[in-house]
Structures are given as C-alpha cells and as structure tokens.
C-alpha cells in the first residue's frame, strides 16, 4: 500500500505560479505511474496530468498544455506539478494518485487510479 502527502497549494494571484509535490510517507511510489487530479466543489475529479513510472512519458490535459508541466524523482519518491499563468479557473483542490497497478501505463482516466493523497487546496484570485 501506498501513503502520499501532497504540499505546495496555497492562495496565489492570476498570473502567478505555484508547485505542487507529492510524496510517499508509506511505501513507494517509483514503481507506479503516477497522475494529478483536480476536485471543484459539486463536479467530479477531473484529470490534469499524469507520468510514466520512468518520467519518460507524460499527459495532459489539452486545456492545461504549456501552463503546467509533471515531473518526478524516484530517488526522492517524489512528483511535481509545476503550475504557471495561472488562472481563477484553476481553483481547486488537487489531488495525487498511483495508477492501478505497478508498471502501468498512465492514465487520463479517474477510474484507473486507487491510492490517493488527501488533495491541497489552489486558490487563484483574479
């Protein structure tokens, strides 16, 4: 089983940029492809990006390609997302999560990840 913890959310002006991490406190998270998730109050988890186990690989969003780039470090258990221009639309809470399954490929799609951090809250005032 894997335990993470995402940080970085915070407030921020539009324009502005944040970096959000995701790391494991239990288990590892290197032999997974990993995704980010965002949550609006009401709608459902949506998809914003993922990353292969290597970081070779990664997906996105169409709305959100060049704003945001994913990336990670096996050697620290760690994933980012680096999110620049950022608008008030982008208000939500973000969430990581490992796709189902060791070695997978990533995903677009909310139904193939199972271990999830508690999300971080990005506020982006206008």
């Known amino acids: 089983q894997v335990q993470l913890v995402e940080s970085g959310g915070g407030l921020v002006q539009a324009g502005g940029s944040l970096r959000l991490s995701c790391a494991a406190s239990r288990g590892t998270l290197s032999r997974y492809a990993m995704g980010w998730l965002l949550q609006v109050p009401g709608k459902e988890r949506e998809f914003v990006a993922a990353i292969s186990w290597t970081g070779g690989t990664t997906y996105y969003a169409d709305s959100l390609k060049g704003r945001f780039t994913i990336s990670r470090d096996n050697a620290k258990e760690t994933v980012w997302l680096q999110m620049n221009s950022l608008k008030p639309e982008d208000t939500a809470v973000y969430y990581c999560?490992?796709?189902?399954?060791?070695?997978?490929?990533?995903?677009?799609?909310?139904?193939?990840?199972?271990?999830w951090g508690q999300g971080t809250q990005v506020t982006v005032s206008s």
């Open positions: 999560a490992t796709v189902k399954g060791a070695y997978m490929s990533p995903s677009y799609y909310v139904q193939d990840y199972d271990y």
